[in-house]
């Protein structure tokens, strides 16, 4: 991020705002960053370990939300003469959080480079829009003719192979435009867990995700940050933890009666008006 001042602090704010609402619907906060990046002129190296670092700000929204759940997890794994079934529940959970995590961690490591030097632009951006919103289209209505695939209601009753599958479906949000979440709960709900079990855990795994994307990005790219920086990057944070503590409050309470028809749709309308607004010329997307 180039500019200096005001605006360069209501430009934190707009993209701490896109990453927050963004993160955890079905829509790629990535693939919106990117493209709001492009239109505000912020997409050099700085603008896109911006990008990574705030999503902190996200992940901290689900440990809020989830905080009294995470507090008795912890308490009845270190209390030895506590209740052995919730002591078993719980390490379950930290172990499957685990094994789903690591599939994106090595892949990401290993191609990280490669994909933001090759896909982290706007047109492949909205061409995997439209290709997940495809995907979405047609999970719902593979879920809908078979509801009786699933078999998974309780998060306590994944096993470790189901994190492992879920873990192997986050790498195709390695793709800008994929989507973290939609990834995860699509894919989880087509692995036979239910919507709502599909979408706590995704809102699980993207606690060692998010942490794990930003310490490593803002470490590696340490030289390109400076203390002029903290009060743009500050705002970011905060703008993403309260505009994503507000979409996990109402996301949960969403998937209970409703599928995620709608966000397909809004993906393949959106990412079509990216690529016939590329291709008329109508908008200069820098390359």
């Not at 794994?77 to 690591?102: C, K, M, Y």
């Not at 599909?198 to 794990?212: D, H, K, N, Q």
Request: charged share 15%.
């Amino acid at each position: 991020m180039s500019e200096s001042g005001s605006m360069y602090l209501l430009h934190a704010l707009l993209l701490g705002l896109v990453e927050g609402i963004t993160e955890f619907l079905p829509i790629s906060s990535t693939g919106h960053l990117i493209l709001a990046g492009h239109l505000l002129g912020l997409h050099d190296e700085k603008s896109k370990l911006f990008d990574v670092a705030i999503q902190t700000g996200a992940m901290f929204a689900v440990v809020w939300y989830y905080r009294d759940r995470f507090i008795a997890i912890f308490r009845s794994i270190s209390n030895a003469e506590g209740p052995v079934v919730e002591r078993q529940e719980s390490i379950r959970l930290i172990a499957n959080i685990s094994l789903a995590f690591l599939p994106a961690a090595v892949l990401g490591v290993l191609f990280g480079k490669a994909i933001k030097e090759h896909l982290f632009h706007p047109v492949p951006v909205a061409i995997a829009f439209v290709l997940g919103g495809v995907i979405i289209l047609w999970a719902e209505r593979r879920v809908a003719l078979y509801p009786q695939s699933v078999r998974v209601e309780a998060l306590h009753r994944m096993s470790g192979l189901d994190a492992l599958k879920v873990g192997m479906a986050q790498c195709f949000a390695l793709i800008p435009g994929t989507s973290r979440s939609g990834a995860t709960i699509i894919g989880a709900m087509l692995f036979g867990l239910s919507r709502q079990v599909a979408t706590e855990f995704s809102f699980f795994l993207a606690i060692p995700t998010l942490i794990g994307a930003g310490l490593y990005d803002t470490w590696k790219y340490r030289d390109l940050l400076s203390w002029a920086d903290a009060p743009a990057l500050l705002l970011g944070l905060t703008s993403a933890f309260v505009s994503a503590l507000v979409v996990v409050h109402w996301l949960i309470r969403f998937v209970s009666n409703h599928s995620f028809t709608w966000f397909a749709w809004y993906r393949i309308a959106f990412g079509a008006i990216v690529l016939v607004s590329s291709y008329a010329g109508w908008v200069v997307w820098h390359a």
